[in-house]
């Protein structure tokens, strides 16, 4: 949860200073305006990079040598200032006033999650997207997780490195057990957190799109079959095409919506609500675990939905007991609460309405 928030230089903002209310906060403004760059920016003081996926080029002002974020998070006992400085020579990161290595610091101090009109690709696009998805929810739930992850992310880099070198097996071999240790607790630490999540899943599968979701996690390897024996069957294989083609770097979530494949089956809109029910779900998850309310970002929640599917939306989410900033064309189309702060953007500038 974030109170004073400052962003300079970032995007078209040039300078812009919000005190967000620790409940329901509206941003509204034209397009253009600088309401998705207002979200960008607390979403990167709290991820470190863009959920957009821009560059740090194209995140600094025109004619600046860099952009910076200030935040005030709240934490028991009282507030801990959270800041970000990036240009062209690298990511910055202060954390309670004293420097700190990387994103993972931002995003224990500042757990968020967003909601965009790209929120559809978690259904339609690719598996990598679903493996975060579960990583995120790992990372704020299982301590070990990102631990984890990062040594079977060396240990897959060391073995690809192996294979495109077309070392002899044995050398490749070297790797293995280190490899299938890391995976098969990767692999585990995912199974635990989709198992946790699961009831909220449904929940939220049923309030948003009113019938029944099922999940599935596929580890990345036949089920037939150990992992070991996956990498002794496909080591041929990998060394044709340069890489490992087993493990949990090949994992997917398969979703089920009213029991046929959503990938292939709903609609936009309804691949936008099924994901943001996905979202809720790892938001509530993540909010459980850490026994605090996390900030969570609606950027444009009307795109797509016709009336009742965003009334639904936005009642779930008013019931989720998180910190909400969410945009608008229109302050008047989203169902808010009486005591939310309204903010309007134009031509990167904000002012306080309420």
Known sequence: MIGLFRATNFRCLESVELNLDPE??????????????????????????????????????????????????????????LGVRNSREGLEVRVGG????????????LPLQVIDPEVHNLIAGGPELRRRFLDWIAFHVEHEHLGIWRRFRRALKQRNAALKLKSAVATIK????????????????RRRVLELTMESLQNYGRALLQTELGF????????????????????????????????????DVKVRYDERQAKKLVSRGQQK?????????????????????????????????????????????????????????????????ESARVFHVEHGSVTAIA
């Open 174 to 189: 070297s790797w293995d057990a280190e490899f299938i240790e890391l995976a098969e607790s990767l692999d585990a630490s």
């Open 273 to 337: 609500l099924l994901a943001s029910a996905m979202i809720l779900a790892a938001t509530d998850t993540a909010q459980t675990a850490l026994e605090k309310p996390l900030l969570l970002l609606l950027d444009d929640p009307a795109a797509e939905l016709d009336g009742d599917s965003l009334s639904r939306l936005m009642q779930a989410v008013a019931g989720l007991g998180c910190q909400i900033v969410a945009t608008s064309l229109d302050p008047t189309a989203l169902e808010i609460p």
């Open 216 to 251: 599935e996690y596929r580890a990345g390897w036949s089920r037939e079959r150990s992992l070991a024996d996956s990498l002794d069957e496909g080591l041929e294989r990998d060394l044709q095409i340069g890489t490992t083609q087993s493990g949990p770097h090949r994992a």
């Open 24 to 81: 329901f906060n509206l941003i509204f403004g034209a397009n253009a305006s600088g309401k998705t760059s207002l979200l960008e920016a607390l979403a990167y003081l709290g991820r470190g990079k863009s959920f957009r996926g821009a560059g740090t080029s194209d995140l600094i002002l025109h004619g600046q040598s860099d952009f910076v974020l200030f935040g005030e998070v709240a934490q028991s006992g009282g507030k801990r200032n």
């Open 98 to 109: 004293e420097g700190a290595s990387g994103a993972a610091a931002l995003a224990e101090a």
